[in-house]
T-cell receptor, first 112, second 113 residues
Framework: ETGVTQSPTHLIKTRGQQVTLRCSSQ?????VSWYQQALGQGPQFIFQ???????GRGNFPPRFSGLQFPNYSSELNVNALELDDSALYLC???????????FGPGTRLTVL | DQQVKQNSPSLSVQEGRISILNCDYT??????FLWYKKYPAEGPTFLIS?????DKNEDGRFTVFLNKSAKHLSLHIVPSQPGDSAVYFC????????????FGAGTILRVKS
């Protein structure tokens, strides 16, 4: 059974640029959630995708957007990057009846 | 508005002793609670969970206690081992609202040998 994978591991961008982060969910999981973890804080919920539809969104602006594909993998897109977007971005997947979510290793984004 | 709070940023415990990590929440609609452990450069790893219909759940060395009236939960690790040194996050969710996890800020546990 393959766990949750994310790419890339690290990324450096400059202010105003756009970024795409990728996530492959664990086998058998059809729900993917994205979280942002700033330094010294707990992960903050960005949004969740279930069967290719957005299924809940946290307090993040519209320049944070996402996609889920038929194989349940997912992308997180962030436009017009700001310095405060520097964080660890975590993807988590879960099965249709799971309360637990299983996390990938994260993508460390640095915005200069 | 911090709905889940972990008021102790760090905890240091001797190997073999008990570690107790605490978590408080404010939203009475939360009805499922989870603990995650995180090592540097890794994602959070699910540890143990508890439903609001229970007040205790055990899994090996790990026990989670829930006090709904006090809106408080705790994670007990007995005996503590050096490999338990990590950041521990408490999280809460309302499953019928889509399983969005609300996390606390985390507690750094150091187990000294």
């Amino acid at each position: 059974e393959t766990g949750v994978t994310q790419s890339p591991t690290h990324l450096i961008k400059t202010r105003g640029q756009q970024v795409t982060l990728r996530c492959s969910s664990q086998s058998g999981h059809n729900t993917v959630s994205w979280y942002q973890q700033a330094l010294g804080q707990g992960p903050q919920f960005i949004f969740q995708y279930y069967r290719e539809e957005e299924n809940g969104r946290g307090n993040f602006p519209p320049r944070f957007s996402g996609l889920q594909f038929p194989n349940y993998s997912s992308e997180l897109n962030v436009n017009a990057l700001e310095l405060d977007d520097s964080a660890l971005y975590l993807c988590a997947s879960s099965g249709p009846t799971d309360n637990e979510q299983f996390f990938g290793p994260g993508t460390r984004l640095t915005v200069l | 508005d911090q709905q889940v709070k972990q008021n102790s940023p760090s905890l240091s415990v001797q190997e073999g002793r008990i570690s107790i990590l605490n978590c408080d929440y404010t939203n009475s609609m939360f009805d499922y609670f989870l603990w995650y452990k995180k090592y540097p450069a890794e994602g959070p790893t699910f540890l143990i969970s508890i439903s609001s219909i229970k007040d205790k759940n055990e899994d090996g060395r790990f026990t989670v206690f829930l006090n709904k009236s006090a809106k408080h939960l705790s994670l007990h690790i007995v005996p503590s081992q050096p490999g338990d040194s990590a950041v521990y996050f408490c999280a809460a969710t309302i499953p019928e609202y889509g399983n969005k996890l609300v996390f606390g800020a985390g507690t750094i546990l150091r187990v000294k040998s």
